[in-house]
Nanobody
Framework: QVQLVESGGGLVQPGGSLRLSCAAS????????MSWVRQAPGKGIEWVSA????????SYADSVKGRFTISRDNAKNTLYLQMNSLKPEDTAVYYC??????WGQGTQVTVSS
């Protein structure tokens, strides 16, 4: 079955950086567009970024454009999200997603001084 395991979250000061990883298994990772979504406390799900199956095309929410970079390593079945210039409003649980029905368990990112 599909398994997505996120890691790399933590507590970081405003302006800091984190790199999230998502290890995928149970499906042909290299065949799927993958996404990152997040959920801030008390708020709904927000789409953050997506990357095409071969990693050629990427897209970002306006709220993270220029600060976050999505990438993937199909040889390692792993999705990444490099987050720079973090802001308190980036605080959320971050999930990688293969589809609206296939998410990981999430990793907490807290941006606070």
């Amino acid at each position: 079955q599909v398994q997505l395991v996120e890691s790399g979250g933590g507590l970081v000061q405003p302006g800091g950086s984190l790199r999230l990883s998502c290890a995928a298994s149970g499906f042909t990772f290299s065949s799927y567009t993958m996404s990152w979504v997040r959920q801030a406390p008390g708020k709904g799900i927000e789409w953050v970024s997506a990357i095409s199956s071969e990693g050629i095309s990427t897209s970002y929410a306006d709220s993270v454009k220029g600060r976050f970079t999505i990438s993937r390593d199909n040889a390692k079945n792993t999705l990444y999200l490099q987050m720079n210039s973090l802001k308190p409003e980036d605080t959320a649980v971050y999930y990688c997603a293969k589809s609206p029905l296939d998410w990981g368990q999430g990793t907490q990112v807290t941006v606070s001084s």
